[in-house]
């Protein structure tokens, strides 16, 4: 018999998701026939195995950040997290996380990272435990195109603004250029940029295809 290895692990999700699988677990607890003792650990075991089998998409893109300014209390009031520990099979866990770094890297046009831990992971595993069972997760927080609009800069906004820097300086601008114009132009800190892009030569490059796109249309 394999023998498995667990561990502790501190994950931060929002506290909707967790009480609902929280709530589940007690319910379960509860009745009669249950054998076990039912645990959010126990979940995302069961549904982490269910998830390499599938393999279902990343409901969420990976390593998302508030970069609006004055916007990260407002996230923060709309979401709230909760932070806690799993007790889990560290090679779930590990196949879990090269699964969604490749699903990652398919599913999204342009750098994202890799997937978090304590995050988009638990994340992952609960929306799908949530959805199977019919609770409560939270359909909002993983709604990329709300997070974008509301609490960061959409990607044609910033490709834009760098291709209009471009046009405006009449030359291919450099990161200290960025971070002395940015401001006027109300456009991320150059950070964000490299977080988004991967480099700021790919920022670059990405802003003037993306012109060149809407020209031939």
Not at 46 to 73: D, F, I, M, Q, S
Not at 176 to 198: C, D, F
Request: charged share 30%; hydrophobic share 35%; proline share 4%.
């Amino acid at each position: 018999m394999k023998y498995i290895t667990r561990a502790a692990f501190s994950i931060r999700i929002p506290k909707l998701l967790w009480d609902s699988v929280e709530s589940y677990c007690l319910k379960k607890n509860k009745q009669k026939s249950a054998i076990s003792k039912l645990t959010p650990s126990l979940v995302f075991e069961e549904t982490g195995r269910k998830l390499l089998k599938l393999r279902p998409h990343l409901p969420l893109k990976p390593n998302r950040r508030v970069t609006r300014p004055n916007t990260k209390a407002e996230y923060e009031k709309e979401f709230e997290f909760y932070r806690t520990s799993l007790y889990v099979n560290i090679e779930l866990v590990e196949a879990l996380l090269q699964l969604y770094n490749e699903i990652a890297q398919e599913q999204f046009s342009q750098e994202v990272g890799e997937v978090e831990m304590s995050t988009t992971l638990p994340c992952t595993v609960f929306f799908y435990f949530c959805k199977e069972n019919n609770l409560k997760y939270g359909q909002r927080f993983f709604d990329d195109v709300y997070f974008e609009k509301k609490y960061t800069y959409p990607d044609e906004e910033i490709l834009m603004a760098i291709y209009r820097l471009e046009q405006k300086l009449g030359k291919s601008i450099t990161r200290t250029e960025w971070e002395k114009y940015r401001r006027e132009i109300n456009a991320p800190s150059l950070q964000t940029v490299i977080r988004r892009y991967g480099s700021f030569s790919r920022a670059k490059e990405l802003a003037r295809l993306s012109v060149e796109k809407k020209k031939e249309i």
